[in-house]
């Protein structure tokens, strides 16, 4: 090697040191803040560049992160942008280029066409512009935290700033009548509409929410594991976010959701078909009846019993918000 080629290797060698060096002032794991801000490059002057190889070479980032640094090494420069955003410039974000079915098929599982891609007329693919709507933000370190990982919606009383103290909070910040999200806004289809009401709902009549259930009518009893009578359920433990072949994005596998299930029942997993009505498979999978009466012994479908009236249409009596039945 000519002593030409040799100091522009060592050049090259220590920019690329220093920026990754100052990139630590703007990009913290520690912090939970991945996403790139105008301070890129230390002085700023490396915010608004879209190409991202201009100052970053793949044989030096994520030399410790040996799961992103595979997938990076194999995909290329197209997986910058899902974590560390746009960097001020007009490069499309992508995030389903490494959480699909073939890279990340776990985080999170995602099996089935429907999704919630804002569209309830038809099944879309989980597109990338549907990711950063409610993950504007994350710290990838494989944990689920509410602060860092939701997109902050306004809060319902203007001036605050009110950490979610649960998924459901962030859900209801869109699924509400009286505080809509701008850019977001939903149309009630038909009178009492659960999609539009669930805020009243949850708060007000669902036992799965605020009104909390009792477990002493007839059909009490939960298999074992972390749920209790009283507890408050998360929207995300029946409903998938990312991908089921059930409506209304009900989970088919009980490992999409219900995470205080015991690992013994949701680890199998226990898979979950609504037919017409009939959520007999999704129920039994937390309930179970103390006292067996009517088709308490009968096997739903996925091995499990214990609830009531298997095989009909559960909506006749159990509906988000029917204050008859003290909703769900």
């Not at 799965?208 to 477990?215: A, F, I, K, L, S």
């Not at 298999?223 to 209790?228: E, L, P, S, V």
């Amino acid at each position: 090697m000519s002593n030409k080629l040799k100091v522009l290797s060592l050049f090259l060698m220590l920019m690329s040191q220093s920026v990754f060096a100052l990139d630590l002032i703007d990009v913290s794991l520690e912090k939970g803040q991945l996403l790139l801000t105008p301070k890129h490059g230390g002085d700023g002057s490396a915010w608004g560049k879209g190409k991202c190889s201009a100052c970053h070479f793949k044989s030096r980032i994520h030399t410790e992160a040996h799961g992103i640094r595979d997938i990076v090494n194999d995909v290329g420069y197209s997986t910058c942008t899902g974590c560390h955003g746009q960097n001020g410039s007009d490069a499309v974000r992508q995030c389903t280029v490494c959480h699909n079915e073939q890279r990340m098929p776990t985080t999170p599982v995602q099996i089935g066409a429907e999704k919630h891609d804002f569209n309830t007329n038809k099944s879309l693919p989980l597109a990338d512009e549907a990711c950063v709507t409610c993950h504007q933000n994350s710290d990838m370190d494989g944990q689920f935290e509410l602060g860092i990982d939701l997109t902050k919606f306004p809060d319902r009383i203007p001036g605050l700033n009110i950490p979610y103290k649960s998924s459901v909070e962030f859900c209801l910040a869109c699924h509400n009548e009286n505080h809509q999200q701008p850019g977001f806004e939903m149309k009630a289809r038909f009178n009492r509409d659960p999609l539009v009401i669930l805020d009243d709902s949850y708060n007000k009549m669902d036992v799965h929410g605020y009104p909390r259930g009792t477990g002493k009518r007839t059909y009490t009893g939960l298999n074992d594991g972390g749920y209790r009578y009283g507890d408050l359920v998360e929207c995300t433990d029946c409903h998938s976010m990312h991908g089921t072949h059930n409506p209304k994005l009900i989970v088919d596998r009980s490992n999409e959701g219900m995470i205080k299930l015991a690992p013994a029942i949701r680890d199998l997993p226990v898979l979950i078909h609504v037919n017409q009505g009939d959520y007999s498979q999704l129920c039994v999978t937390c309930h179970s009846m103390d006292v067996i009466v009517e088709q308490g012994n009968q096997d739903t479908g996925n091995g499990l019993f214990g609830v009531h009236q298997v095989g009909t249409d559960c909506r006749q009596c159990h509906v988000h918000g029917l204050a008859s039945q003290t909703g769900l």
